[in-house]
């Protein structure tokens, strides 16, 4: 595996899409927040499940075409897939908080992903593909150095990323 990945929780793969295949991306993406697409969502618009999504189809088929999760399976040195989770936001703002069931939806976790469960523990990749650079700025984002190791809110050092256009996190 990965030894950043493994010890950080987070990796930058960088220009895994080319300049023109993120303004394709951004234009496709604007237009359909622009039409009323997704809805209101703390500073912003989002779209749960976009990839379901028939007016953003050529979005995933560009997704699709980079084998995304033989990125993953190389880096962490075994197979993944995707479990459908997605979500499409623009100027989104949301506080620091781990990818999990969170807040009243916890109730619904059956086991934490810390747990061990029969020998086996969950893993769990998230992929962040920002359509904008961030590479001058702090507006991309914010991890927990290590925070991946354990249930708690409150450890690991912050660390701003800055992916540029291309990058995926």
Request: proline share 3%; with cysteine.
């Amino acid at each position: 595996m990965n030894e950043q990945l493994l010890n950080d929780g987070y990796l930058v793969v960088k220009n895994l899409f080319t300049k023109e295949e993120v303004q394709f991306c951004r234009d496709v993406s604007l237009e359909y927040f622009k039409k009323g697409g997704g809805f209101r969502n703390s500073t912003g618009r989002a779209k749960p499940d976009w990839v379901k999504e028939s007016e953003l189809k050529p979005l995933y088929d560009l997704w699709a075409s980079k084998n995304v999760e033989k990125v993953v399976e190389n880096l962490i040195g075994e197979p993944v897939e995707f479990v459908g989770h997605n979500d499409l936001h623009i100027n989104r703002n949301v506080g620091w908080h781990k990818d999990r069931l969170n807040n009243d939806a916890r109730k619904y976790e059956v086991n934490s992903p810390w747990d061990n469960v029969d020998g086996e523990t969950m893993k769990i990749y998230k992929i962040n593909f920002y359509l904008q650079s961030h590479a001058d700025n702090t507006d991309g984002l914010v991890v927990k150095h290590g925070s991946h190791k354990n249930s708690s809110m409150s450890e690991g050092q912050n660390v701003v990323l800055r992916p540029d256009t291309g990058d995926i996190i």
